[in-house]
């Protein structure tokens, strides 16, 4: 089946620090990739949507300045926190699709804690 | 986005049956209903997704009302490993363009 990686998995670092997360699919051409934002004991948030060599689409109420979203390829996208606070603390998760008429797929998320 | 509506919580034994409710009588004509999984400290995975008839794959069946007004989820025969949060979901394409997630039922499966 179709996979989706997430790396790091979990990242603690300074607040104040810029942190990358990287989102490949591993055996398919992902023409949309969308990353999310689960709080504890709560649902996940869509934040984004990147396609593939254009400009990613934020939610409202997401920074867009704060969430830099890059789509450089149909198999990678990266979401770089930047100047990451404690409050920016959560589970953070990409997925991808195939086709516009196929599920979703989803990375396994990065725990991100700031101190 | 249509709401859904699910319980907050579920508990069946092992290796019974299981049907997971969802409301959704705010559907409209295209929307697909869509299921997903989320275990503990994971990712979501795709369970299933319908739009007028049943459907069944290597994971579960989805009832869907003649209405479309409500469907079900139903896993045949359940297993520790489908403890999980169950998020029934709407959305205007087939392909789960911007899901919006729900809080979902949380499904606790006894040994």
């Known amino acids: ?115 | 986005d249509a709401k859904t509506t699910q319980p907050n919580s579920m508990e069946s034994n092992e290796e019974e049956p299981v049907h997971l409710p969802c409301n959704h009588s705010t559907i409209s004509g295209t929307d697909y209903i869509h299921w997903y999984r989320q275990l503990p400290s994971q990712g979501p995975e795709y369970v299933i997704h319908g739009l007028t008839s049943n459907v069944n794959n290597r994971m579960a069946s989805l009832a869907i009302a003649e209405d479309r007004k409500s469907s079900t989820l139903i896993l045949h025969r359940a297993t520790l490993r489908d403890a999980a949060v169950y998020y029934c979901i709407l959305s205007d394409q087939g392909g789960s363009e911007k899901l919006v997630f729900g809080k979902g039922t949380k499904l606790t499966v006894n040994p």
């Open chain 1, 1 to 115: 089946g179709a996979v989706v990686s997430q790396h790091p998995s979990w990242v603690i670092c300074k607040s104040g620090t810029s942190v990358k997360i990287e989102c490949r699919s591993l055996d398919f051409q992902a023409t949309t990739m969308f990353w999310y934002r689960q709080f504890p004991k709560q649902s996940l948030m869509l934040m984004a949507t990147s396609n593939e060599g254009s400009k990613a689409t934020y939610e409202q109420g997401v920074e867009k300045d704060k969430f830099l979203i890059n789509h450089a390829s149909l198999t990678l996208s990266t979401l770089t926190v930047t100047s990451a606070h404690p409050e920016d603390s959560s589970f953070y998760i990409c997925s991808a699709i195939m086709y516009s008429n196929q599920p979703q797929h989803f990375g396994d998320g990065t725990r991100l804690s700031i101190l």
